[in-house]
């Protein structure tokens, strides 16, 4: 299973980045998946989530309304777009896929893409 992630960079506050997870070796369309962030010196945390297919999104509070969680299972692909960004935002953002449903527990997922940097300046 390999999970690739893609789209991170350096924006300044209030621009925006599109995030994206390419998946492989899996049956895409049953795992659910999610974002998790880490910024130096911290826990790593969940960002947001998404059903198997689709239908049920969970996001943290902080990103609520900035943040949008989309999947195209034709394409094995999970995106994140993220807009309003703030210098709180900056981390590095991973994938992770578990079966069916997200949750907000890292511990919970099987799959781990590699992160992707995304630097927000003030």
Do not use: H
């Not at 902080?62 to 989309?70: A, C, D, E, L, N």
Request: a positive charge; aromatic letters at 12%.
């Amino acid at each position: 299973v390999q999970l690739q992630a893609s789209g991170g960079g350096l924006v300044q506050a209030g621009g925006s980045l599109r995030l994206s997870c390419a998946a492989s070796g899996l049956t895409f369309s049953s795992y659910g998946m999610g974002w998790f962030r880490q910024a130096p010196g911290k826990e790593r945390e969940f960002v947001v989530g998404i059903g198997y297919d689709g239908r049920t999104t969970r996001y943290t509070e902080s990103v609520k309304g900035r943040f949008t969680i989309s999947r195209d299972n034709a394409k094995n692909t999970v995106y994140l777009q993220m807009n309003s960004l703030k210098p709180e935002d900056t981390a590095a953002y991973y994938c992770a896929a578990k079966p069916y449903g997200a949750t907000m527990t890292s511990s919970d997922y099987n799959f781990w893409g590699q992160g992707t940097q995304v630097t927000v300046s003030s």
